[in-house]
């Protein structure tokens, strides 16, 4: 067994003699390549019709709000405002309190409405900015 020097592996000379070609232990050795990994994560839509946002979990609902954002369908603070995670608990016009600490990233929920609830609160209670952002919201939802 013959042992090289690291400071002569740097040597054109070692890599081109031929008594250092690769032994039978590794010359079977082969690196396997991978498959490209995909570019980005895509929802295929139905031709002509949107996704249904009356039964759509938080996460689908960011996916398709980030796709919305980078093609301009909608600005940055809806895209902030509805990458935000529900509250626990939230009140519907009526003033009735919804509990919401079910809805969890994999489950279904009627995001439809719930914008279009707080829509109505907000504009009852006239913080004008909320309204620009939940109008925003609910015209996406309904695009």
């Known amino acids: 067994m013959e042992i090289f020097s690291v400071r002569s592996s740097q040597s054109l000379l070692f890599k081109n003699n031929p008594n250092n070609a ?3 232990k590794t010359s079977d050795i082969q690196i396997e390549t991978r498959a490209p990994a995909p570019a980005s ?23 398709y709000a980030r796709q919305g954002f980078d093609s301009g ?9 509805i990458s935000e995670p ?7 016009p009526l003033g009735n309190i919804i509990d919401l600490s079910s809805v969890t990233d994999g489950t279904s929920f009627n995001f439809l409405d719930y914008y279009q609830n707080q829509l109505q609160i907000a504009m009852s209670i006239g913080d004008s900015e909320e309204v620009q ?11």
């Open 22 to 24: 690769k032994s039978s």
């Open 41 to 63: 994560f895509q929802i295929e839509d139905d031709v002509g019709e949107g996704p249904d946002f009356t039964a759509v979990s938080p996460g689908e609902l960011r996916n």
């Open 73 to 81: 369908l909608i600005d940055q603070n809806t895209y902030a405002a």
């Open 86 to 92: 529900l509250p626990m608990h939230a009140i519907d």
């Open 133 to 143: 952002t939940l109008k925003s919201i609910v015209s996406f939802l309904n695009a």
